[in-house]
């Protein structure tokens, strides 16, 4: 397996976000696709400046993210730009020499008769249609759902297109779900995964936390305080030793995607993920 890192994780320009990235010694990176360095805007000149600028770091694009909200999931007649727009960071991913675009869709409802299902089944399946025919994949991040409900919706999509980006510590921090038995359940569409640990600080309906508004829902119990927490690889509720067996058993040879999106001191705290992940993947 290979490692690498959400380059805006380092929260700095994006070239000196790539001299930190090659002085770890990472591998590769990640970057969204709806940034300002790289947009589904950029003439070919630009998408060759940035593709250069990365090689010249010796590193590669493991993915881009093309995370533009659940609107469009869930309320498709009201979306067709960021669905358009989806598609064209896929093709962009392709042009960077990545085949990988990871988001969130949201919460897949048990109810499969339900109107939010519905919507996200027709969207996801545009997309992941699409993505097959450029050959590449829209990876679903886990977590706002229990492993075996997201395979089930994944399966029915019947799309070689669709696929997971597997994030260990959103199923712990979330779902309140089992990074290993995840593994063993979406073993057939894992193409990327993030390199996150966290803690649940007590149960919820994840529906109030990605996406209250189109379910009708309460928000959480402010009085309550935080009800997940990102911290340090090893910190967390991901059994790593076990999670990263378990990559391995499935024949997972790609890349452990860095990404920290709280703390003080992101590149120290990246750093040390780095030799987390590298000890374990002796």
């Known amino acids: 397996m290979k490692i690498g890192v959400l380059i805006e994780s380092f929260r700095k320009d994006f070239k000196d976000a790539l001299k ?4 770890l010694g990472v591998q590769g990176i990640q970057a969204y696709g709806g940034g300002k360095t790289i947009n589904v805007d950029l003439s070919a000149a630009q998408v060759k400046e940035v593709g250069k600028a990365v090689e010249s770091e010796g590193l590669v694009f493991s993915a ?3 995370d533009f909200g659940c609107k469009m999931f869930y ?23 990545a085949n990988v675009v990871t988001t969130h869709i949201g919460v897949v409802p048990t109810d499969k008769g ?15 249609d699409f993505a097959d025919s450029i050959g590449g994949f ?26 997971v980006n597997l994030d260990p510590a959103n199923l712990v921090m979330c779902a309140g779900d089992d990074p290993v038995l ?25 529906r109030q936390f990605y996406a209250v508004e189109y379910f009708g829902l309460g928000n959480l119990d402010p009085e309550k305080g ?22 391995k058993k499935i024949g997972y040879d790609g890349f452990l995607t860095i990404e920290r999106e709280v703390g003080e001191t992101p590149e120290d705290d990246i750093e040390l993920a780095v030799k987390f992940l590298k000890r374990r993947l002796q």
């Open 226 to 247: 935080e009800c997940i927490r990102e911290v340090p690889l090893g910190q967390g509720g991901v059994k790593w030793p076990d999670y990263i067996a378990a990559l």
């Open 20 to 23: 930190s990235a090659a002085r």
């Open 138 to 163: 829209f990876a679903v991040e886990t977590g706002p759902e229990k492993s075996a409900v997201l395979k089930e919706f994944l399966d029915d999509l019947g799309s070689r297109g669709v696929s």
């Open 75 to 97: 309320r498709p007649e009201e979306s067709r730009y960021e669905i358009e727009r989806e598609k064209r960071v896929l093709a962009l991913a392709k042009e960077l020499g």
């Open 64 to 66: 881009l993210c093309g």
């Open 182 to 206: 995840a593994v063993h359940n979406l073993k057939d569409y894992i193409v990327h995964t993030h390199a996150k640990d966290g803690l649940q600080l007590y149960p919820f309906d994840t």
């Open 114 to 128: 339900c109107p939010q299902y519905k919507s996200m089944f027709k969207v996801c399946k545009e997309l992941a």
